[in-house]
């Protein structure tokens, strides 16, 4: 059974800082590309970072380079997102995303979600 867990999230003011951590499970979580999105409300969710597998190479949406950092750990199968600076225009739902296939299988493309937490940044 597939499973994506976030914590970490809550109430912080501008400036500050919070570390959101996922915590995969039921999957090959070391070949996945692991990303954290956000929707704040009335919008779309948009990507926010991204990892590979290994951790080779990661990639930030604009409006967080610089402040955000995301990392994994694929000895406990987690994946974390640093966030720091903190605007009130970085308030919303996270959710963790894992994109892959299961090694030796060509044919399917999987895409889970966890249930996302809530950020808010107010003061």
């Known amino acids: 059974q597939v499973r994506l867990v976030e914590s970490g999230g809550g109430l912080v003011q501008p400036g500050g800082s919070l570390r959101l951590s996922c915590a995969a499970s039921?999957?090959?979580?070391?070949?996945?590309?692991m990303s954290w999105y956000r929707q704040a409300p009335g919008k779309e969710r948009e990507l926010v970072a991204a990892?590979?597998?290994?951790?080779?190479?990661?990639n930030y949406a604009d409006s967080v380079k610089g402040r955000f950092t995301i990392s994994r750990d694929n000895a406990k199968n987690m994946v974390y997102l640093q966030m720091n600076s903190l605007k009130p225009e970085d308030t919303g739902v996270y959710y963790c995303?894992?994109?892959?296939?299961?090694?030796?299988?060509?044919?399917?493309?999987?895409?889970?979600w966890g249930e996302g937490i809530q950020v808010t940044v107010s003061s």
């Open positions: 990892i590979t597998g290994a951790g080779g190479s990661t």
């Open positions: 039921g999957f090959t979580f070391s070949v996945y590309v």
């Open positions: 995303d894992a994109t892959g296939s299961e090694p030796g299988d060509l044919i399917y493309e999987y895409d889970y």
